[in-house]
């Protein structure tokens, strides 16, 4: 099996393994006693019925319709897939809810209709506008999409919007005003070509055109070729692009002297002598999924001057509809809009394009892996990962709603909408997706000590295939093979290494090993004898910069793969010992649990060290660290040994690190609400905000507390995540999933580009003396 029939069968098991689909209902009152149900349905539910009934806007008071909105196709036209029906369309808007909830909070009902009538589509959706408070439509073929989308907005009283039209439109357009600034060109001047004539490239060149540019010097091709009055297969929406010139026939005529290409077409359409034939500093929207209508690399190497963007997350400028609709949506329905009009996406669009030109947060920096983003050729619109869409883009289009008249709710004070926004966000899935997209900026090589086995095997593919790390294997290579091969995983030419059959290079690790250990009870027999086991190998390659991480610990125990790594690599320098942390992925957000895996019963000394390594190790996160130490006492209410350690240690960490956010001792639940730590213990350096940082004063309540949270709590983990080490070396929870397998990889990358940095630091200081 190849590659690509490999990611058909994971996109096939993604969405039917366990649960069926991506979404779910889920309750967001308490319904546990009788009275909660006696309250959420008959009688008290009677209640909030008469109240609408009294007055028919009520309904946003008391019902979810102010944050729901309708994610509705006909299976018209899904992605580049065509007319497959409306059942077929169901995972395209399922995950289009996905993208509602992740990035604006907003939730969805997806609907599904067997209709390719415009007045039967037309009917049912105008028949459930008491429903929702928004109807985004999705993936209907052109023409009809253009006259369901006016009669839709023109006979319901809430905001409607096509996505597929509007959705690149106000995204390309705010890369078109930026890019026309970088290369000084004036909108009302430049001279564009569209490749394409469908719904997405009719609604993107209408938008150029209310931004400035002149239809007299726009030139569209659809798959006939140029449009041109004399056609008679055009409708009347074509036909107003339709161009006087005499002089185009084909593509390559249009191109020359050309200031911008957009296209919204087929990959591989435009060549290297059409973009060296356009104008000074050109710029090409090649925005065809998922082969562009010019590959990236060519564009750029025909022209030094270009400013170049796609549809694609691999290459910079990603026109990527993810900026737009989530946030235009949270705006109108923040303001209870009667509809989505111009005046609220052009606010969008100027918004996107202003965003780009601010500095950018670190957090956006480290997301991406790059040292210091700013606005040029190579970023003319903000990146997806960027958290401040939802507060400058929602914002925008709710001020334009409550201007241009649309609003039924204003908004007074913007300070404590723009708080309000930001809450929405919440932390949980976000961090894992910001952490993956870093890794993948900078892949680092990963050598796995156990890649004789299927999940293994499995996660490797999966991080080679991603982009996220380069796989090692190490194991018996014929059996890793016959793995392979039963399982039809393609790793391609992935290095696999035996070894055993390693002479040479086990022998030379042997002798450093030995060197390194032989007042420690190490023999050279014995050393010859350690390096044929693939974790004292593994180590030995990290630490001979033959590989940037380790990977171990899914079949051996937690002990046995640990003490290689210590022996041979040891630990950073002023590191007294090793700890053991997990991610804890929750509904509230990340929260960091450690010692969970190496130190027994620490002392008040070694929990200071233990809190000092995970501090920096999720600083390193981009997050905060707000530090708890836990005991069963609060602040001296009990005496006992582990009040008493625990006590000592927040007490020098005061002392010696008067910056760190930390107290305690403390009970869990005071360090997890901000509300009972204020009302009770008010002096508390944590007070306002929870902990996100747990230490536990025994590695048994550590232990317990992680897979207590994961089984009943449903937290996702992600670790155990090894701190201290010289150099990457990351330990498997036994019997670890291959999901599993893939976050502690992407740990891994992120901690070696980290290590990878501070080592070059260093040595670029030595140089300086």
């Keep these: 099996m190849n590659k690509s029939s490999n990611r058909k069968q994971d996109a096939l098991n993604y969405h039917s393994n366990g649960r069926p689909g991506k979404i779910q209902v889920v309750p967001t009152k308490p319904t546990n006693s009788q009275r909660d149900l006696t309250l959420a349905y008959s009688p008290g539910v009677a209640e909030p019925c008469l109240r609408i009934a009294e007055n028919v806007e009520d309904v946003y008071k008391y019902t979810a319709k102010s944050n729901l909105v309708a994610v509705i196709s006909n299976g018209t036209a899904v992605l580049g897939l065509g007319n497959i029906g409306p059942e077929a369309s169901k995972p395209v808007m399922e995950g289009k809810g996905l993208l509602f909830k992740i990035y604006a909070d907003i939730d969805v009902f997806d609907l599904e209709v067997n209709t390719q009538n415009v007045d039967e589509f037309v009917n049912i959706v105008k028949a459930l506008e008491p429903t929702f408070g928004g109807v985004n439509l999705e993936d209907i073929s052109a023409p009809t999409c253009f006259e369901i989308e006016r009669r839709l907005k023109a006979e319901m009283n809430i905001p409607v919007m096509h996505d597929d039209q509007h959705g690149t439109a106000i995204i390309s357009g705010a890369a078109l005003m930026n890019a026309c600034e970088i290369q000084g060109k004036k909108l009302d001047k430049i001279k564009m070509v569209v490749n394409g004539a469908g719904a997405a490239a009719v609604s993107c060149t209408k938008m150029y055109l209310s931004l400035g540019v002149k239809k007299e010097n726009v030139v569209m091709f659809d798959i006939n070729g140029v449009l041109t009055p004399q056609r008679d297969d055009l409708d009347e929406l074509r036909m107003q692009f339709a161009t006087q010139r005499t002089d185009v026939t084909t593509l390559a005529d249009a191109m020359k002297g050309a200031d911008v290409f957009v296209g919204l077409s087929a990959g591989n359409v435009v060549t290297a002598d059409m973009v060296v034939s356009m104008a000074k500093n050109p710029i090409i929207f090649a925005m065809a999924n998922p082969e562009p209508e010019i590959n990236y690399d060519v564009a750029k190497a025909a022209r030094k001057d270009i ?13 990527n509809n993810v900026l737009g609709f989530p946030y235009i949506f949270r705006g109108a329905l923040d303001v209870r809009a009667t509809a989505i009009n111009e005046e609220m996406k052009i606010a969008a669009v100027k918004a996107i394009a202003e965003m780009a030109k601010k500095p950018v947060p670190e957090a956006v920096n480290l997301a991406y892996n790059i040292t210091n983003l700013k606005f040029g050729r190579d970023y003319i619109i903000p990146k997806p990962m960027d958290q401040r869409l939802i507060t400058e883009v929602s914002s925008a289009v709710a001020r334009a709603a409550i201007e241009s008249g649309v609003a039924r709710k204003v908004i007074t004070d913007w300070n404590a909408y723009h708080e309000e926004l930001l809450s929405r966000l919440g932390n949980n899935n976000k961090l894992l997706r910001d952490m993956t997209n870093k890794a993948k900026q900078e892949p680092k090589r990963i050598v796995f000590a156990e890649a004789d086995t299927y999940k293994i095997l499995r996660a490797a593919q999966i991080v080679k295939d991603e982009g996220v790390a380069t796989p090692i294997l190490l194991g018996d290579v014929e059996r890793i093979k016959k793995i392979m091969r039963e399982n039809e995983l393609d790793l391609g030419d992935v290095q696999i290494i ?6 040479e290079r086990r022998q030379e690790f042997a002798e450093y090993f030995f060197k390194k250990r032989q007042r420690r009870g190490i023999t050279l027999y014995e050393a010859e004898k350690l390096m044929t086991d693939r974790n004292y190998y593994g180590a030995c390659m990290v630490q001979f910069g033959e590989a940037d991480a380790l990977i171990s610990g899914l079949t051996k125990n937690y002990a046995t793969t ?7 690599i040891g630990t950073e320098e002023g590191v007294n010992r090793v700890a053991g942390m997990y991610l804890m992925i929750t509904e509230k957000g990340p929260v960091f649990f450690g010692d969970t ?8 000394q070694e929990l200071v060290d233990i809190t000092v390594l995970m501090e920096r190790s999720i600083a390193q996160l981009n997050i905060k660290p707000r530090i708890a130490v836990l005991s069963y006492s609060n602040f001296g209410s009990n005496e006992g040994e582990i009040p008493e350690k625990t006590r000592e240690a927040v007490r020098i960490l005061h002392e010696k690190y008067p ?92 901690d070696a580009q980290v290590k990878c940095a501070q080592s070059a630091d260093q040595s670029k200081k030595r140089r300086s003396k």
């Design 307 to 319: 400013i170049m963007a796609t549809g694609r997350s691999d290459f910079p400028n990603q026109v």
């Design 498 to 503: 035996d070894p055993k059959l390693e002479t």
């Design 562 to 568: 640990v003490k290689p790594a210590l022996q041979i």
């Design 597 to 604: 895996t190496i130190n027994v019963n620490p002392t008040a």
């Design 659 to 750: 910056d760190m956010i930390v107290d305690g001792e403390m009970q869990a639940n005071f360090a997890l609400n901000p509300r009972l730590l204020a009302e009770n213990f008010e002096f508390s350096t944590l007070n306002g905000k929870p902990a996100n940082t747990l230490i536990f004063p025994t590695l048994e309540s550590g232990n317990i507390a992680y897979k207590l949270l994961q089984e009943i709590g449903g937290a996702e983990a992600v670790g155990p995540i090894l701190l201290g080490m010289k150099k990457p070396v990351h330990v498997l929870q036994l019997g670890s999933s291959v999901r599993e397998i893939v976050n502690m990889v992407t740990i891994a990358v992120i």
